[in-house]
């Protein structure tokens, strides 16, 4: 079954504890990407990658890290977060920027 | 960048009603317009898109228009029903330069249909 999958689901931390969330697609997508969705404010990009290797900053990359080193797998790392990280956590994939994206199921992470 | 703006952020409608929420956007060179739908608690999901070459694409109840001139494009739903109600966001990626492959969102909009 064609999917996007992300770990964990939920998550509860403490300001400063590195954390990765993970985000995998059994598509052979080569554009990738993560979102953050706040109440009010839409879906804001974070990072996205047009393919291996390759990563770029979205509208709201501060505190983030992501890498591409297999084309199926793309983590957002927090390696410090803080409170106003907490934020229901989207990853995409697509065949291209310009085609229907993706979505995983979501990742809610609370930091406390 | 792109910036994308949409209107209105709340709508409500009556069962049966029509439903429409417009999306503008910046960048004049932007050639893909889709909208996406998120039920309460679940992922979004496209629903339909439109490509610059056309100006209207149609999907049983639901179409998309695209002005290029104004740089606006819509999403209409006809005879909307309760399992319409969910938010709505319209989306436009960076045309070119150093930021393509950014892709914007709008900010949503809720729709809620009354029985």
């Known amino acids: 079954e064609a999917q996007v999958t992300q770990n964990p689901r939920y998550l509860i931390t403490v300001t400063g504890k590195k954390l990765t969330v993970t985000c995998s697609q059994n598509m052979n997508h080569e554009y990738m990407s993560w979102y953050r969705q706040d109440p009010g404010l839409g879906l804001r990009q974070i990072y996205y990658?047009?393919?291996?290797?390759?990563?770029d900053k979205g509208d709201v990359p501060e505190g983030y890290k992501v890498s591409r080193k297999e084309k199926r797998n793309f983590p957002l790392i927090l390696e410090s977060p803080s409170p106003n990280q907490t934020s229901l956590y989207f990853c995409?994939?697509?065949?291209?920027?310009?085609?229907?994206?993706?979505f995983g199921p979501g990742t809610r992470l609370t930091v406390l | 960048g792109e910036n994308v703006e949409q209107h209105p952020s709340t709508l409500s409608v009556q069962e049966g009603d029509s439903a429409v929420i417009k999306c503008t956007y910046s960048d004049s060179a932007s050639n893909y317009f889709p909208w996406y739908k998120q039920e309460l608690g679940k992922r979004p999901q496209l629903i339909i898109d439109i490509r610059s070459n056309v100006g209207e694409k149609k999907d049983q109840r639901i179409a998309v228009t695209l002005n290029k001139t104004a740089k606006h494009f819509s999403l209409h739903i006809t005879e909307t029903q309760p399992e319409d109600s969910a938010v709505y966001f319209c989306?436009?990626?960076?045309?070119?330069?150093?930021?393509?492959?950014?892709?914007?969102f709008g900010q949503g909009t809720i729709l809620t249909v009354h029985p």
């Open positions: 990658s047009m393919n291996v290797e390759v990563t």
């Open positions: 989306a436009s990626p960076d045309a070119g330069g150093t930021s393509y492959g950014k892709l914007t």
């Open positions: 995409a994939s697509s065949l291209e920027v310009t085609g229907t994206q993706y």
